[in-house]
């Protein structure tokens, strides 16, 4: 099943009242998306974010991201400045996947990682609280996130482009 039937689906399940979560299919379609996306961009300015994630994707046997080199410091200025990169990715280029990593929200809020197809539509996310009380390095921290945004829907290092 395509994921915009499963989207469309879950629409009709919500408004007539039977929708008990999510499915096994679902997960699975979004994995399926993933796998087959050709054209994933990481937007940031820097390449330390980039080089992190692709890591993470290589190990999960995941096609490798290009580097969106723009700057993107004027997204802190918005509530969801992770949201914002992506969305302005997403703006800019035309893609199958967008990666965005930045502040969940306002100074002090944390990170969060966000993986969104060509629509916008979030497909999955992880979160980190602020850097100041985990103490890692921007590396491992983004490496985590982006490992964490897989395994919680279902990929495993050791299946990668299975199922």
Known sequence: MELEQIVENAYYESV?????????NECREIRRYIRDAEEIVIPNH???KV??????????????AKHLQIHTDACDLSRMPAMTKAIM????????????????GIPGSGSILVILDKKGRI???SLSPPHIVH???????VRDEM???LERIGFTRSRGKSE
Not at 89 to 104: F, H, K, N, P
């Open 135 to 141: 103490g890692k390095p921007v590396s491992e921290a």
């Open 123 to 125: 497909l999955t996310a």
């Open 89 to 104: 990715a997403l703006d800019i280029c035309s893609c199958d996947l967008v990666i965005a990593r930045g502040r969940l």
């Open 16 to 24: 007539t009242g039977v929708r008990t979560g999510d499915t096994k």
């Open 51 to 64: 080089v992190a994630i692709n890591e993470v994707l290589e190990e999960f046997g995941l096609s490798q």
């Open 147 to 149: 490992t964490a945004a």
């Open 46 to 48: 820097n390449e330390e």
